[in-house]
């Protein structure tokens, strides 16, 4: 009867070989996890019901949403401006709304645990219509704070894919 063996051989270079897949397997990953920690990243945070107290400011007296962009990745991140994405209606011209009120002013540069501020009158703001508020970058990466649910977003995006343009329209 023929018996199954098997031989496992123990070399110099064999145990080289091995302890350099092992090494270089290891050093992949703490260059993985350091790639992936370091990068940059960028939390948008919303202030409702925000009053500014004492004079001399614009906003004296008036209740504001504050929208804020805080660093939390190690990379520092140059932010070039803020908006709020609206959900599609129909016959509604714009589709997002810029906020121009920053402090500090724009381009701004917020490094580790910085944080740059927008701010709007909240008078203005009508919640039920906005999909996700961002801030984008000098590189072009938006950072998104999504506020409206899945469906409203989803619904939104397909009406506005399927709505009849002004020039269709006038053809017909």
Same mark, same amino acid.
């Given at each position: 009867?023929?018996?199954?063996?098997?031989?496992?051989?123990?070399?110099?270079t #064999?145990?080289l *070989?091995?302890? $350099?897949?092992?090494?270089?397997?290891? &050093? +992949?990953?703490?260059?993985?996890?350091?790639?992936?920690?370091?990068?940059a990243?960028?939390?948008?945070?919303?202030?409702k019901?925000?009053?500014?107290?004492? #004079?001399?400011? *614009?906003?004296? $007296?008036?209740?504001?949403?504050?929208? &804020? +962009?805080?660093?939390?990745?190690?990379?520092?991140?140059?932010i070039?401006?803020?908006?709020?994405?609206?959900?599609?209606?129909?016959?509604?011209?714009?589709t997002?709304w810029v906020?121009?009120?920053?402090?500090p002013?724009?381009?701004?540069?917020?490094?580790?645990?910085?944080e740059?501020?927008?701010f709007?009158?909240?008078?203005?703001?009508?919640?039920?219509?906005?999909?996700?508020?961002?801030?984008?970058?000098?590189?072009?990466?938006?950072?998104?704070?999504t506020?409206a649910?899945?469906?409203?977003?989803?619904l939104?995006?397909?009406?506005?894919?399927?709505?009849k343009?002004?020039?269709?329209?006038?053809?017909q």
């Amino acid at each position: 009867m023929w018996a199954a063996s098997f031989h496992l051989g123990l070399s110099v270079t #064999g145990i080289l *070989a091995l302890y $350099g897949a092992v090494l270089s397997t290891l &050093t +992949a990953a703490i260059q993985l996890s350091n790639h992936f920690r370091d990068r940059a990243k960028v939390v948008l945070k919303i202030r409702k019901n925000m009053r500014f107290t004492g #004079g001399g400011h *614009a906003y004296s $007296g008036m209740i504001v949403v504050i929208v &804020t +962009a805080t660093n939390v990745g190690r990379r520092p991140v140059t932010i070039s401006g803020f908006a709020a994405a609206l959900l599609f209606r129909n016959g509604r011209e714009e589709t997002d709304w810029v906020l121009f009120d920053v402090r500090p002013p724009l381009p701004f540069e917020i490094t580790e645990g910085k944080e740059v501020s927008a701010f709007v009158n909240q008078e203005k703001v009508d919640f039920g219509s906005i999909s996700h508020w961002y801030a984008w970058d000098s590189a072009g990466r938006h950072y998104r704070l999504t506020v409206a649910p899945w469906y409203k977003r989803w619904l939104s995006s397909y009406r506005y894919k399927h709505a009849k343009q002004p020039e269709e329209q006038a053809r017909q």
